[in-house]
Nanobody, 115 residues
Framework: QVQLVESGGGLVQAGGSLRLSCAAS????????MGWYRQAPGQQRELVAL???????NYADSVKGRFTASRDNAKNTVYLQMNSAKPEDTAVYYC?????????WGQGIQVTVSS
């Protein structure tokens, strides 16, 4: 079993910053990829950023230049630094990890950006 615990969400004003964290624990040998998705009300879940085991990061076009994802392999933790936040970034953010081709999800954390 793999458990993911997210933290750092909340309310931020437009233009502000927020940092999300997600720590993985449990039956973990090697994590292939770690990252973040988000889902706004009435919308499908979408990729925000995904960091490979080699440190290569893929970003959604909508967050490029504003968000930075990083991972600490020693702590099995992935971060999402959100800068220049926009109201359209408001969503539930889900941490995800890929281990041996199997995906795991966190419970989700709310991020609200006020205009």
């Amino acid at each position: 079993q793999v458990q993911l615990v997210e933290s750092g969400g909340g309310l931020v004003q437009a233009g502000g910053s927020l940092r999300l964290s997600c720590a993985a624990s449990g039956s973990i040998l090697d994590i292939d990829a770690m990252g973040w998705y988000r889902q706004a009300p009435g919308q499908q879940r979408e990729l925000v950023a995904l960091v490979s085991s080699g440190g290569i990061t893929n970003y959604a076009d909508s967050v490029k230049g504003r968000f930075t994802a990083s991972r600490d392999n020693a702590k099995n933790t992935v971060y999402l630094q959100m800068n220049s936040a926009k109201p359209e970034d408001t969503a539930v953010y889900y941490c995800t990890v890929l281990i041996s081709l199997r995906g795991y999800w966190g419970q989700g954390i709310q991020v609200t950006v006020s205009s």
